[in-house]
């Protein structure tokens, strides 16, 4: 049974930095891709950046490109999401996931969901 397990969310000032991990644990993905969400109060869940496993290519959606940077650990079950100059519209709640085939922004191709971690930045 996979399992995926974020850590690193907290509270920020406005233009500072936060480093989120997931583990995953259960399998060891040597396909597809691994990805962060966040879903804000009252929003839906919205996609952040994936990492493929195939070639270590990083996708990014607009509002954190240039901020924002995934990456993977040596171990292939390990992805972090570095967050420079955030902004208060970042603050949500960011889940890990991770799919066994392909890559993409849409949540609903993610086979595997980590619990969230609370990001919170104080404008």
């Known amino acids: 049974q996979v399992q995926l397990a974020e850590s690193g969310g907290g509270l920020v000032q406005a233009g500072g930095s936060l480093r989120l991990s997931c583990a995953a644990s259960?399998?060891?993905?040597?396909?597809?891709?691994m990805g962060w969400f966040r879903q804000a109060p009252g929003k839906g869940r919205e996609f952040v950046a994936a990492?493929?496993?195939?070639?270590?290519?990083?996708y990014y959606a607009d509002s954190v490109k240039g901020r924002f940077t995934i990456s993977r650990g040596n171990a292939k079950n390990t992805v972090y999401l570095q967050m420079n100059s955030l902004r208060p519209e970042d603050t949500a709640v960011y889940h890990c996931?991770?799919?066994?085939?392909?890559?993409?922004?849409?949540?609903?191709?993610?086979?595997?969901w980590g619990q969230g971690t609370q990001v919170t930045v104080s404008s």
């Open positions: 996931a991770a799919r066994d085939y392909g890559s993409g922004s849409v949540a609903r191709y993610y086979n595997y």
């Open positions: 259960g399998r060891t993905f040597n396909s597809g891709s």
């Open positions: 990492i493929r496993w195939s070639d270590d290519g990083p």
